[in-house]
């Protein structure tokens, strides 16, 4: 995959999930500038340029779609962890997850998410979302980086 | 009203005063006379003798007096036991000589007794007939017999009272005396006692003179 | 002097007893003794008047019988020896006065009282002098009448006297008896003061394990101050047991509590994983089957697409049963928090919100008011959204719907109902209502996962109320509930025009 300019970055760790969220990525044309993280450990590692991405070049995607549930480092530590960097601090994070849970809204918004999405079940209106939450954040809302 | 008083005196005559009173009691008139003796007794002695009992009840005369007196004498004087042994249910009273009590001898010791006896009065005429008599009144008309009548009762227990003068000077027992418009009495206890007679210190303390230590034959 | 005795001790009301009984038999005796010493005292007097009448009389016959006032007069002088004689009179058998003695030489003779037939002497006590007649005779016959007047100085010097010695008699003995009441004191008040100290610091330091200090001798105090303690040994014994059994159960009570709190996590946990693991595969199987749909539908016949559509309404159904049942559990676990709620603000924004639901349905709305009762909002708007869904639900084949909310009084309770004129159930099935998952109709008929009653009940319960329904097929159906007893009293109006 080509280093060039990542605009979204997206942690998930299951496949079947994960094909469905580009799938409807794909439908509302966003793929371009995918990275895809298949735990937390990798997204960590893909965004702080360390461990197997150690060459690549410090570059801010524009978004950060981000599952909770994730093995190795839980989606919550992976926000803590990008708010706590001051290089990282102003990305904006949108958590993507099935939990509709108190505790992970409340626990997400602690930690300065921007947005909170719960993948509804319904495929139709999966996809709707992702469109509106592509076009939302990438094209309607102003990043604090601009290219 | 008008009230006549009679006033005892020695002498021979008594006082008179008449006195006149108001209704309220108030003396108004006030006389004082005398009355020779003789005639008041004669008066008073026809008056007892016409009124009888209802002079009884008026004031006492002098003789009713005595005579009360006589038989008193009697209450309170001790005969010896064998004393006139011959008569011993009675008690006489005698008068010797003039009787000057006339009935009021006889009406005070009318139904008396003294120690059980029963009293009677006496007239008796000669000494001797004194000899039964317990008590003896002597009247003043033996006043000069006087020596022989005591000498002839010389050892009898026989009570001698008179009136006379002298008479316990002269060896009587008891003398009748008028002192203060009352009857009082002087005793010569000595003539008494030696014969035998015992005589009450109540009557005593009523004389007006005790003599205890009278001897006869000297006349004091 | 008897509400004073009730404020003292025992030892002060006893020696009051002693003084007082002590003080009474004392009067008593000294008073029968006095009625009796003056009595005699009386007799005597009389007897020595009488006497010096007689020697009067035997020393002043002779005076009135020889008539000699004087001699009387000075023998009655010898009287002036005896203070106490006010006067005596020698009377002659007529009755008339003949002498007398007079005590200060003030004259006052006076008649002779008669003296009663055939007795020989009077005497009476009057005017506070004591008057002795006596008939005097002489040798058997009567000579005079001797009058004798004593005043009462020696009754009164006597009375005077006694009134001294009992005084200083009663108060030497009230000394010596207030003395001996302190033996009296050891010997019973002290117990009692003692037993009553011990038991007044066992009730105030709630100390069992004191015990009351015996007595030596065995009367009725020594029984109480054993069956004392042996109340206390009980007591003791009680109070340990009751500590025990109340340390077990605090125990087992942490032990439950622990458990409950272990299985709520549990459940929490459970709920958790349920709520994201579970949704996941159905979220695949949906989407799958619609990018089959999309991407291959051109290569699929009509029945492999109805397939597909089933796969995909059966994934929807499942995940609105996970919803509904997580909801359902949230609520379970849920506190109640009871505030003064007006309902009738939380009605219009129930209805507020299912505004997108009524879209294009013809219903009658009739509301009715509404009381302010001690509920928890959001538990109780739960409540209305369900059943208020149910009667929307219900009322689509119906032309006009009609749907009524308001309260009713039942037998002096406030009940709230929601009634619609819609499809109605059968009553036999009543029961099997508020069941979870159990629904009276067919799926094709009336969507709906059959967990909206068993939540409502289940709220309903929490506050302690009552839920139930009423319907007829076709007819439509009524659901009636309380939230406990109405506590506001504005109510009351509103019970009223509701029950028009």
């Known amino acids: ?147 | 009203m008008v009230g006549v008083w009679l006033e005892l005196r020695r002498g021979d005559s008594y006082g008179m005063r008449i006195l006149k009173y108001t209704p309220q009691g108030h003396v108004v008139k006030h006389h004082r006379g005398r009355i020779p003796k003789l005639a008041v007794t004669a008066v008073a002695a026809a008056l007892l003798g016409f009124s009888g009992l209802y002079l009884e009840a008026s004031a006492p005369t002098e003789y009713q007096v005595k005579a009360a007196y006589l038989y008193n004498f009697g209450r309170f004087v001790q005969w010896p036991a064998d004393a006139t042994a011959k008569e011993k249910a009675y008690f006489p009273i005698c008068v010797l000589g003039q009787d000057p009590f006339g009935r009021a001898l006889d009406a005070t010791v009318g139904g008396q007794s003294i120690d059980g006896k029963q009293v009677v009065a006496r007239r008796i005429l000669t000494p001797a007939d004194a000899l039964g008599c317990r008590v003896l009144f002597i009247s003043s008309s033996e006043d000069g017999e006087l020596k022989n009548v005591l000498s002839a009762l010389d050892d009898t227990s026989v009570l001698t009272v008179s009136d006379m003068p002298q008479f316990t000077a002269r060896g009587g027992m008891i003398r009748l005396i008028t002192q203060h418009n009352r009857i009082r009495f002087e005793v010569n206890l000595a003539a008494a006692e030696r014969v035998g007679l015992m005589l009450s210190s109540q009557l005593l303390k009523l004389a007006v003179n005790v003599d205890r230590n009278f001897q006869p034959g000297t006349g004091r | 002097m008897r509400f004073r005795i009730q404020n003292h001790s025992i030892a002060a009301e006893l020696t009051w007893m002693n003084l007082l009984v002590s003080a009474s038999a004392l009067l008593l005796a000294c008073a029968a003794f006095a009625a009796y010493d003056l009595i005699m005292l009386r007799e005597s007097m009389v007897r020595v008047l009488s006497i010096q009448a007689q020697i009067i009389g035997a020393n002043s016959v002779s005076a009135m019988l020889f008539n000699d006032p004087h001699s009387a007069e000075s023998s009655l002088a010898a009287l002036k020896a005896g203070p106490n004689i006010i006067k005596a009179e020698i009377y002659t058998p007529d009755g008339l006065p003949f002498a007398g003695y007079f005590r200060g030489h003030r004259r006052k003779t006076g008649p002779l009282p008669k003296i009663p037939a055939g007795q020989t002497e009077a005497h009476w006590f009057k005017n506070k002098e004591l008057i002795v007649v006596r008939r005097i005779n002489f040798q058997g016959k009567p000579a005079e009448t001797v009058l004798m007047e004593s005043d009462l100085r020696q009754i009164n010097n006597r009375l005077k006297r006694y009134a001294a010695v009992v005084f200083f008699i009663v108060v030497a003995c009230l000394a010596a008896v207030f003395l001996m009441s302190s033996f009296m004191r050891r010997s019973i008040a002290e117990p009692l003061l003692r037993l009553a100290d011990t038991a007044s610091i066992v009730s105030r330091d709630k100390d069992y394990s004191v015990r009351a200090s015996q007595v030596d001798r065995y009367n009725e105090l020594a029984i109480l101050v054993k069956s004392f303690n042996e109340m206390l040994d009980q007591i003791q014994e009680r109070d340990a047991a009751l500590k025990s059994a109340h340390a077990e159960l605090e125990l087992r009570v942490q032990e439950r509590t622990r458990q409950l709190a272990g299985a709520n996590k549990e459940l929490e946990a459970f709920s958790y994983s349920v709520s994201h693991d579970l949704r996941a595969p159905l979220r695949q199987i949906d989407g799958f089957s619609n990018i089959l749909v999309n991407d291959y539908g051109r290569h699929l016949d009509a029945e492999a697409l109805r397939y597909l559509n089933l796969i995909r309404n059966g994934a929807r159904k499942m995940g609105q049963l996970v919803d509904d049942l997580l909801n359902m559990g949230r609520i379970g676990r849920q506190e109640l928090t009871r505030r003064p709620t007006d309902l009738n603000p939380l009605l219009q924004s129930v209805l507020q919100d299912m505004q997108p639901e009524l879209e294009g349905r013809q219903i009658e709305w009739r509301i009715g008011a509404l009381p302010t009762l001690e509920c928890d909002p959001g538990l109780v708007r739960v409540v209305f959204v369900n059943l208020l869904s149910n009667a929307v639900k219900y009322t689509r084949r119906k032309e006009s719907a009609l749907i009524e909310v308001g309260q009713a009084a039942h037998g002096g309770e406030v009940v709230l109902f929601v009634r619609d004129n819609g499809a109605g159930f059968d009553q036999k099935y009543a029961h099997k209502l508020f069941g979870v998952f159990q629904r009276l109709h067919r799926a094709d008929d009336f969507e709906g996962t059959g967990v909206g009653l068993a939540t409502v009940q289940r709220i309903i319960h929490k506050h302690g109320g009552r839920i139930w329904a009423e319907a007829r097929v076709n007819e439509g159906a009524a659901f009636f509930f309380t939230l406990e007893t109405v506590r506001h009293g504005a109510q009351s109006r509103a019970l009223d025009e509701a029950a028009v």
């Open chain 1, 1 to 147: 995959m080509a280093h060039s300019e990542v605009e979204i970055v997206l942690v998930e760790d299951n496949s079947a999930d994960l094909e469905l969220t580009l799938y409807a990525l794909r439908q509302s044309h966003l793929v371009n500038n995918i990275h895809i993280a298949r735990d937390g450990a990798e997204a960590l590692d893909f965004l702080f340029c360390q461990g197997q991405y150690a060459e690549r070049a410090f570059l801010l995607p524009r978004l950060i779609l981000l599952d909770l549930k994730l093995p190795k480092v839980d989606g919550l530590e992976v926000l803590q962890a990008i708010r706590n960097d001051e290089r990282t601090k102003l990305i904006p994070v949108v958590v993507l997850t099935s939990s509709k849970e108190q505790k992970d809204i409340v626990g997400s918004y602690q930690l300065h998410v921007n947005s909170y999405i719960q993948k509804p079940v319904d495929f139709d209106q999966f996809r709707q979302t992702i469109q509106q939450l592509g076009l939302y954040w990438l094209v309607v809302n102003q990043t604090p980086f601009s290219s």
